[in-house]
């Protein structure tokens, strides 16, 4: 089926399963402890063995020799896989370095060997015993000394690094009010609970991973060239994620390495990515320095925009493209954006939650607040001034399919009480707390994926939905149940949904928040082929057919579902593509953060006191998961604004902080009060479900939102994130924290 016109009135429009809060139908199984996650499949690969991976201790440079004999004379060893006995090996596609190391080590804890063995603490015995000799070289490790270095990077996902319309440099100079400041943003890491973890076992030559991965049909791909061998020869069962926040995105060394590993034992090994391994090893967030540049009239209307981004990767890699958003977000006739590239010799720079707009809105809606104080303008109206219905760079002639962002702005200004902001930083006190409130825009593109499903009803009249698509935690297993029930009309607990094996129709998978609206479309193709196998066997007009209480109906006659589907059972496999409508139409989520802090006027610690957001993301499918999805979301944006930072040692190369005891991440102590408020939208031209996506929607802007607040509690403007205690001291003038 092809998406290429906007959708009409259609079955999902009844609304009596989707749109509708539902409990996750996977989560007895989380609770329970029974949810296969691929660390636990022993049912599938009984008595494995034990892979323990061997970092480099350099970040550049060449592995001289490697001594294995000590580690091979170890108890319980089975073997040891370095580049020197792995056989030739490619590198992935979507992977910027090696996943096995050796000789050339491209960054620090790059895997250069694993020792497998008969226990998990054999191995991880036997790996202190491996020796390697290093020659390190110099390498390139801090952003701002190798800034004026950076180049422009090539094009990323088809978009254009720089883009430019009208004259920004004559706009600015006469402008009015001008803000021209610079933010930095440091280097995170995705700090999710479940590790990347892998059990590989061959049966001649066919390799099967059970694995954590987001994007099955690209695991497949990358391991089977990295390995050379036939694509049909690999299969990925990934049911259960857990966390992965884009980290989960590509094969990482687990995988590959578990795989070298059963092959070189001839037995199934398991292999999960050390907690302390997990920065240095897979990706992170990079860092970003970005300078705007606003130029606005004495009512905050603006005329020029510019933002320009610097970042810093492994060589092939490529730029955080944090200037996304300033693209379409606000008007201005005149506009600049680019991004530069900086070669950096640090771990993988590569997809995070939102890549892009979640660092990008920390500094571009803190330059909007920095406006709007110039101006003399409320920080909501001076949004409201700005808004834009068409792309602003391509002009009217690119409308947007859908913006609520004024209905954002406003309804979330009331439920939250904006009004009774004192817009004068330093002036509200509660005891020893200096309190402020701020706000930030929340904005994340529209992005689809071509994505299939197969779907089944037996002669009980029970559905059955196979996708390889995933859920990493974010509610797929019950979104797609719930497309299926609304579409064959039966009740969500006659659905049964089969997610994440690679033997399965290809969906969209989980990331760049395409994969609900995504891959519930691709279910309703596969179920709109399947009615109309039904209707044709009851010999109905399948336009004309309704299907609902477990009934197949014309008028006034009906036939059971499961009768329709026989014996046999009846099957039907489709996928949804799409036409150029987001060519035509600019596609978006927005939503509107407001915050409120208190900063203790002693020490300058600073407590969030309670958060509340207004988002237009289409149709919500699940509003209990989709709440869900956003509050956790918000809760990332607040430990980015406050604590997140992966420490580089600039000496050597790598980052410092590790572990989950020094890389500090938001807990339910700090943000007491999150409030949710999803603003009615369809999107006719996003999918034939009129939704859209909504699981980074909620980090966009949360940061901003907190820095804001903070801003307007103390009179101290922070610009270089996170906000730490000895920041707000360092640059307090006395007036507001002593």
Same mark, same amino acid.
């Given at each position: 089926?092809?998406?290429?016109?906007?959708?009409t009135?259609?079955?999902?429009?009844?609304?009596r399963?989707?749109?509708i809060?539902?409990?996750?139908?996977d989560?007895a199984a989380?609770?329970?402890?029974?949810?296969p996650y691929?660390?636990e499949r022993?049912d599938?690969?009984?008595?494995?063995?034990y892979?323990w991976i061997?970092?480099s201790?350099i970040?550049?440079?060449?592995? =001289?020799?490697?001594?294995?004999?000590?580690a091979?004379a170890?108890?319980?060893? +089975?073997?040891?896989?370095?580049?020197?006995?792995?056989?030739?090996l490619?590198?992935?596609?979507?992977n910027?370095? !090696?996943?096995?190391?050796?000789p050339?080590v491209?960054?620090?804890?790059?895997a250069?060997?694993?020792?497998?063995a008969?226990?998990?603490?054999?191995?991880?015995d036997a790996?202190? +015993?491996v020796q390697?000799?290093f020659?390190?070289?110099?390498?390139?490790?801090d952003?701002?000394?190798?800034?004026?270095n950076a180049?422009?990077?090539?094009a990323?996902?088809?978009?254009?690094p720089d883009?430019s319309?009208?004259?920004?440099?004559?706009?600015?100079a006469?402008?009015a009010v001008?803000v021209d400041?610079?933010?930095?943003?440091?280097?995170q890491?995705h700090?999710m609970?479940?590790?990347?973890?892998?059990?590989?076992?061959?049966?001649?030559?066919? +390799?099967? +991973?059970?694995?954590? #991965?987001?994007?099955?049909?690209?695991?497949?791909?990358?391991?089977a060239?990295t390995?050379?061998?036939?694509k049909?020869?690999?299969?990925i069962?990934s049911?259960?994620?857990g966390?992965?926040?884009?980290?989960k995105?590509f094969?990482?060394?687990?995988?590959?390495l578990a795989a070298?590993g059963?092959r070189?034992v001839?037995?199934p090994?398991?292999v999960?990515?050390?907690r302390?391994?997990?920065p240095n090893?897979?990706?992170?967030?990079?860092?970003?320095?970005?300078r705007?540049?606003?130029?606005?009239?004495?009512?905050?209307v603006i005329?020029?925009?510019a933002?320009?981004v610097?970042?810093?990767?492994?060589?092939?890699?490529?730029p955080?493209?944090a200037a996304?958003q300033?693209?379409l977000?606000?008007?201005g006739?005149?506009?600049?954006t680019t991004h530069?590239?900086a070669?950096?010799?640090?771990?993988?720079?590569?997809?995070?939650r939102?890549p892009g707009?979640?660092?990008?809105?920390l500094?571009?809606e803190?330059?909007?607040?920095?406006l709007?104080?110039a101006?003399g303008?409320?920080p909501v109206?001076?949004?409201i001034?700005?808004?834009?219905q068409?792309d602003?760079?391509?002009?009217?002639?690119r409308?947007?399919s859908?913006?609520k962002?004024?209905?954002c702005?406003?309804?979330g200004?009331d =439920?939250?009480?904006w009004?009774?902001?004192n817009?004068?930083p330093?002036?509200?006190r509660?005891g020893?707390?200096?309190v402020?409130?701020?706000?930030?825009?929340?904005f994340r593109?529209?992005?689809?994926q071509t994505?299939?499903?197969?779907?089944g009803?037996?002669?009980?009249? =029970?559905?059955?939905?196979e996708?390889?698509?995933?859920?990493i935690g974010?509610?797929?297993y019950?979104?797609?149940?719930q497309?299926a029930?609304?579409?064959?009309?039966?009740p969500l607990?006659?659905?049964t949904?089969?997610l994440?094996?690679?033997r399965?129709?290809?969906?969209?998978g989980s990331?760049g928040?395409?994969?609900a609206?995504s891959?519930?479309a691709g279910?309703?193709?596969?179920?709109?082929a399947l009615r109309?196998?039904?209707a044709?066997?009851?010999?109905?007009?399948a336009d004309?057919?309704?299907?609902?209480?477990?009934?197949?109906?014309q008028?006034? =006659?009906?036939?059971?579902l499961?009768a329709?589907?026989?014996?046999?059972?009846?099957?039907?496999?489709?996928?949804?593509?799409?036409?150029?409508l987001e060519?035509r139409?600019a596609?978006?989520?927005f939503?509107?953060?407001?915050?409120e802090v208190?900063?203790d006027v002693?020490t300058?610690e600073?407590r969030?006191r309670?958060?509340?957001?207004a988002f237009?993301a289409?149709r919500?499918l699940n509003?209990?998961?989709?709440?869900?999805?956003?509050?956790g979301a918000?809760?990332m944006g607040?430990?980015?604004?406050?604590m997140?930072?992966?420490?580089v040692d600039?000496r050597?190369g790598?980052?410092?902080n590790?572990d989950?005891?020094e890389y500090?991440?938001p807990v339910h102590a700090?943000?007491?009060?999150?409030?949710?408020?999803?603003v009615d939208e369809?999107d006719?031209k996003s999918?034939?479900m009129k939704?859209?996506g909504?699981g980074e929607?909620?980090?966009c802007?949360?940061?901003a939102a907190?820095? #804001?607040?903070?801003?307007?509690?103390?009179?101290v !403007?922070?610009?270089d994130?996170?906000?730490?205690i000895?920041?707000?001291?360092?640059?307090?003038d006395g007036?507001?924290i002593?």
């Amino acid at each position: 089926m092809k998406f290429d016109t906007p959708a009409t009135t259609n079955p999902i429009d009844r609304g009596r399963v989707v749109g509708i809060p539902h409990d996750r139908i996977d989560g007895a199984a989380k609770v329970t402890g029974t949810a296969p996650y691929a660390y636990e499949r022993h049912d599938a690969a009984p008595k494995p063995a034990y892979g323990w991976i061997v970092g480099s201790a350099i970040a550049s440079g060449t592995i =001289r020799s490697i001594d294995l004999k000590a580690a091979e004379a170890a108890p319980g060893v +089975l073997g040891i896989v370095t580049y020197e006995n792995a056989g030739p090996l490619e590198k992935g596609d979507f992977n910027t370095a !090696r996943l096995l190391g050796g000789p050339k080590v491209e960054h620090y804890e790059q895997a250069v060997a694993l020792v497998v063995a008969d226990t998990l603490e054999n191995a991880r015995d036997a790996a202190k +015993l491996v020796q390697i000799d290093f020659a390190p070289a110099t390498g390139r490790f801090d952003l701002a000394g190798e800034r004026a270095n950076a180049v422009k990077p090539k094009a990323s996902f088809g978009s254009e690094p720089d883009t430019s319309v009208g004259d920004f440099d004559g706009a600015f100079a006469k402008a009015a009010v001008k803000v021209d400041q610079t933010y930095t943003t440091p280097d995170q890491s995705h700090a999710m609970m479940e590790p990347h973890a892998t059990i590989a076992a061959w049966n001649g030559d066919m +390799l099967t +991973l059970w694995t954590a #991965n987001q994007m099955v049909a690209w695991g497949v791909g990358d391991v089977a060239k990295t390995l050379k061998i036939k694509k049909e020869n690999v299969r990925i069962v990934s049911p259960y994620i857990g966390g992965g926040f884009g980290s989960k995105l590509f094969v990482r060394a687990d995988a590959l390495l578990a795989a070298l590993g059963a092959r070189q034992v001839g037995r199934p090994v398991k292999v999960a990515i050390a907690r302390p391994q997990i920065p240095n090893n897979t990706t992170h967030r990079p860092a970003t320095i970005q300078r705007i540049r606003l130029g606005a009239d004495r009512n905050g209307v603006i005329d020029a925009i510019a933002h320009d981004v610097w970042s810093g990767d492994l060589p092939g890699g490529g730029p955080e493209t944090a200037a996304q958003q300033t693209r379409l977000l606000y008007r201005g006739a005149n506009r600049i954006t680019t991004h530069r590239l900086a070669t950096l010799d640090l771990p993988e720079g590569n997809a995070m939650r939102a890549p892009g707009e979640a660092v990008g809105l920390l500094a571009l809606e803190v330059a909007m607040d920095e406006l709007a104080e110039a101006c003399g303008v409320d920080p909501v109206e001076l949004r409201i001034r700005n808004d834009v219905q068409f792309d602003p760079e391509a002009g009217p002639q690119r409308p947007f399919s859908s913006r609520k962002l004024v209905e954002c702005l406003r309804q979330g200004a009331d =439920r939250f009480g904006w009004n009774r902001r004192n817009p004068k930083p330093g002036q509200v006190r509660d005891g020893r707390w200096l309190v402020g409130m701020g706000m930030a825009s929340a904005f994340r593109n529209n992005l689809v994926q071509t994505s299939g499903a197969r779907v089944g009803v037996d002669a009980e009249g =029970r559905v059955t939905v196979e996708t390889d698509m995933t859920d990493i935690g974010t509610g797929t297993y019950t979104i797609i149940g719930q497309t299926a029930a609304e579409m064959l009309g039966v009740p969500l607990e006659a659905v049964t949904v089969k997610l994440g094996d690679s033997r399965f129709p290809v969906s969209a998978g989980s990331g760049g928040q395409w994969g609900a609206n995504s891959s519930t479309a691709g279910v309703y193709a596969a179920c709109m082929a399947l009615r109309a196998k039904l209707a044709e066997k009851a010999g109905f007009a399948a336009d004309q057919t309704d299907f609902e209480d477990g009934l197949v109906k014309q008028g006034n =006659r009906s036939q059971k579902l499961g009768a329709l589907a026989g014996r046999e059972g009846l099957w039907a496999e489709d996928k949804m593509e799409y036409g150029d409508l987001e060519k035509r139409y600019a596609q978006a989520t927005f939503g509107a953060h407001f915050c409120e802090v208190g900063v203790d006027v002693d020490t300058a610690e600073v407590r969030i006191r309670r958060m509340g957001g207004a988002f237009a993301a289409g149709r919500i499918l699940n509003p209990k998961s989709a709440r869900s999805q956003v509050i956790g979301a918000m809760t990332m944006g607040a430990g980015a604004a406050l604590m997140e930072e992966l420490v580089v040692d600039t000496r050597f190369g790598f980052f410092v902080n590790h572990d989950m005891a020094e890389y500090q991440v938001p807990v339910h102590a700090d943000i007491p009060q999150q409030d949710v408020l999803f603003v009615d939208e369809l999107d006719d031209k996003s999918s034939p479900m009129k939704a859209k996506g909504v699981g980074e929607l909620g980090i966009c802007g949360a940061g901003a939102a907190v820095a #804001n607040a903070i801003y307007n509690a103390t009179g101290v !403007r922070l610009r270089d994130y996170p906000l730490t205690i000895d920041k707000l001291l360092r640059h307090a003038d006395g007036t507001a924290i002593a």
